[in-house]
């Protein structure tokens, strides 16, 4: 167990199931392209059972994000709950041999593991249909100060407030991380989710986050307001730094201060989309916890993102830090 | 469940879980890189907390060759026990989304379902490390006459040799086949596989096996000789038709007639051998249920190869029936 955390993570627990669709069996099903939606048991078994041959490999927002920082080299822990299954041992072992303190330990009853099952399409976009299952149990109990206590930051993500008991763990370690002395970091994760749950995001953004992370959707979701130039000034009023991606068109940091932009990676061809948010925010974190000035923290998160969306998964392939140092970017 | 089976395959039924690893580790473990080894529960347990993250795709020799064949639109069966658990279920999902009847149901009690370590060397060769588990409990029991009866084709994988009541099955499937007029198609599997049976495998050659796929090693291995031209000639006398694949340098088809040459089809990047040769003997049996030539046969074999080499793992993620229809193949 590591004595300090550059950053700990807490978010669902997930094993992604990814298959390739094409846009016809998104629309027979009613899903929306693009989002994440909850489904229970029984709608998880049925689309299962339609969709094609899988790719199981471990997810989850945070968790990705937190196994990205890994790959980079930083000093990195994780709180999530899967069950005692064979799906909980792959999540475990997954971010594990990554060198992460996975510290939350496996449920012994109740639903399984949760599992995402992502539809991509051709153009590489990803819909996402999760059971949250064991991933849901999560609450204020599996929040340990002494975790806490070793972070720089606590990095959290929107998902948790769809699940009572993750919601109030998400509060929990928000207030022991300002407690310590932390930063706390928080992401959007889905417009959709911006929309079920908006008031309570605002208030927070205000009053607790430290480093926002948020797409172009999500955070004009957040504001309910007609444009991006908007939305980043209301960002800019409400949170000590901000971090908005626009897929192909870069990513903009905004603070008090001022508004920087930095351009995307080019991608020869993108493959998969899952994880390019949670892998911008993994270089950006590694780019912060060494001190880089922003706009190379962004370029860290450009180049990680571009790294996931090479391939399926939502997890690294190759190791961020070689990567950097091939870019020079460290 | 089809009235006719183009192929129906039998072999084991595992869940590949596949990592990069770097050829020190191989060493380190003491791994003959490129060859398939059989391990233990407990060698699995420590070989897989030594390993990377993984990525679980369904695999097994035989099975890769019946979901390629699926994915060209052939009608297809398989034989091959798992155990009822996450991964049996996952097992069973990926073979039956592409259309294949697979007949076996699942275990209740013993091991748990089969699953093979690979390691991924950044050169793309795949290091192969089995925990056989439930796909050890074939027996001649699964081998039902009337699933043998439905098919033109029973293809059967080395690996079978390994277990012994899994050759049992074998011999069973081969004696039934011919009683109802098909043909018997055997892959040699892997080299080492090859020195551990090579006297049965010679004797069943001769006396049962109407097509046989193997690669250079392998053949080689088979007769103890000294050159691929040697290993053509003794194929010529033993079998009507032999598939002889040299990886990147294609092809080979003997008969007693002729020996012919087909190259490979070239490869942007090679990412992962995994399945290679499964996938060849897909294409090619896809080819024979259509009565193509051998030489378009063997073509069909390499784009299917091509496809399965450019990325992480064993099975097809494009359907092949698109592929060949692009590349004019069918």
Not at 140 to 155: H, L, Q, R, S, T
Request: with cysteine.
């Amino acid at each position: 167990m590591a004595d300090k955390y550059d950053v700990l993570g807490i978010g669902n627990a997930i094993v992604d199931v990814l298959t390739r669709a094409d846009d016809e069996f998104l629309k027979g099903r009613g899903l929306a392209k693009g989002g994440m939606q909850l489904i229970d048991a029984v709608e998880a078994e049925n689309l299962y059972a339609a969709m094609g041959p899988g790719i199981e490999i471990s997810g989850g927002s945070a968790a990705n994000t937190i196994s990205g920082l890994a790959s980079f080299g930083a000093e990195t822990g994780f709180i999530g709950t899967v069950q005692s299954d064979q799906l909980g041992k792959v999540f475990r072992h997954d971010i594990s041999a990554l060198g992460v303190d996975y510290v939350t330990p496996a449920r012994t009853e109740g639903d399984p593991t949760a599992r995402c099952l992502i539809l991509v399409t051709p153009d590489g976009e990803r819909t996402m249909n999760t059971f949250l299952g064991a991933s849901q149990t999560l609450g204020p109990g599996d929040v340990n100060e002494d975790d806490i206590a070793k972070a720089d930051i606590v990095y959290l993500e929107g998902y948790l407030f769809d699940p009572a008991p993750a919601k109030e763990a998400f509060y929990k370690a928000a207030r022991l991380t300002h407690k310590h002395g932390g930063r706390v970091a928080l992401t959007l994760s889905d417009s959709f989710c911006v929309d079920r749950h908006r008031e309570e995001f605002r208030v927070l953004v205000n009053d607790e986050v430290d480093i926002l992370f948020a797409n172009e959707a999500e955070i004009i979701s957040l504001y309910e307001v007609s444009s991006f130039d908007e939305a980043c000034e209301k960002v800019r009023r409400d949170c000590p730094l901000g971090v908005l991606t626009r897929s192909a068109d870069g990513a903009v940091i905004t603070s008090k201060d001022k508004i920087s932009q930095v351009p995307a990676k080019h991608v020869e061809q993108v493959v998969d989309t899952t994880g390019a948010g949670d892998l911008f925010a993994a270089g950006f974190l590694y780019g912060l916890s060494r001190k880089l000035p922003w706009l190379d923290c962004a370029r860290l998160g450009a180049m990680a993102a571009a790294e996931v969306i090479s391939h399926m998964g939502a997890r690294p392939e190759t190791s961020l830090m070689d990567l950097a140092k091939s870019d020079r970017l460290v």
